[in-house]
């Protein structure tokens, strides 16, 4: 059951990334602090002075800050990727039948990133 909802939170992260890619405007996020939310404007976080003529930001010596702290898109892809890893390794079976078992994490994955994309994320103004 916890792989289920690691694979499902998976699901919401991805359908995270993909309304702030793609319906941006029309998204409960238009409403957030676009410096972290708004891919048209976040994905220069990462650089100094949000300008990628001066390089990546460092967390010491040259080591790079993590671009999954800088915006929600890297962030979500983060999370969901380590969801999907601890899904894996909690994994127990859940039906005793491996296809089966696949067919309901697809199936539950799909359906959360269904319900966040096209209802629970969009903006109802």
Sequence with gaps: MISLILVML??????????????????????????????????KNKYIDCDPTKG?????????????????????KTLGIFSYIFAIVLFNSLTDNLLLDVLILGTGRNLAFSLFYNVILLSKT
């Design 10 to 43: 998976a699901g919401i992260c991805n359908s995270i990334m993909d309304i702030t890619s793609f319906k941006y405007y029309r998204s409960i996020f238009s409403k957030c602090d676009p410096n972290f939310w708004n891919p048209e404007v976040s994905w």
């Design 56 to 76: 990546r930001k460092k967390l010491f010596w040259k080591i790079n800050y993590p671009v999954q702290l800088t915006d929600s898109w890297h962030f979500c």
